[in-house]
C-alpha cells in the first residue's frame, strides 16, 4: 500500500525552486466583453490551482444585456514538472447571470449554475515572464433559470430546468509569471 502512495507523495511535495503565481486574462472572454482574471497558484512541482473569474455587468441595449459572474476554479497536474508543457485538469462551474436577447431574458432561479469537468491544456514562455496557455474543457451543468418577456417589468413566461453536457471551457490566455 505504501508503495502505491510514495509516487503521490513525491509529486506532492514543494518544489525545489520557490513557489510561482501567475496572473492571467483569457481573451476570447474579451472578446465578448467579459472581464476576467485567473490566478494560477504553482504548489508542487506537478499541480498548481487555478481560480478565473468573470464579470460582465453590461446593458448593451435596452432589450439586450449579458450580466455575469462566474468562476471555474481548476485543479491542474502538468504532464512534466514545471511551469510550462502539458497539463490536465478537474474543474468546477458556478455562475449566476441574468441574459436579456431577443424575446426574453433568463435569469437563475433559486442557485446558480452549477457543474463540473475534466480539462487539457498547454502553457508555454514566451518571454522572460510572460506565458501563454491554451486550454480546452467538457463536462456538464445543471442550471435552474427563469425566463421573463424581454420587456420593461416584463411577467415570467416559465421555469426551466436544464442539463447540458459538452464543450465548458475554451481559453486562449496571456500571463505573467511572479517568483514567489
Sequence with gaps: MNSLLLPLLITLTPHSEPPALALKTNLPAWGITVMNVE?????????????????????????????????????????????????????????????????????????????????YGFSLKFATHWMADFSIGAGVASLSYDRFYNVPNGARADTRRTLYWGIDKISISIGYLFDL
Excluded at 103 to 113: A, G, I, T
Aim: proline share 7%; glycine share 8%; with cysteine.
Design 39 to 119: 490566478p494560477e497558484y504553482f504548489f508542487s512541482r506537478r499541480f498548481s490551482a487555478a481560480l478565473p473569474l468573470y464579470w460582465c455587468p453590461w446593458f448593451i441595449t435596452e432589450k439586450t444585456a449579458l450580466r455575469v459572474f462566474a468562476s471555474q476554479p481548476e485543479l491542474r497536474m502538468r504532464v512534466k514538472p514545471g511551469f510550462f508543457g502539458h497539463y490536465f485538469g478537474l474543474h468546477a462551474s458556478v455562475a449566476w447571470f441574468n441574459l436579456c436577447y431577443g424575446d426574453y431574458r433568463y435569469q437563475d432561479v433559486r442557485r446558480p449554475l452549477l457543474g463540473g469537468g475534466v480539462s
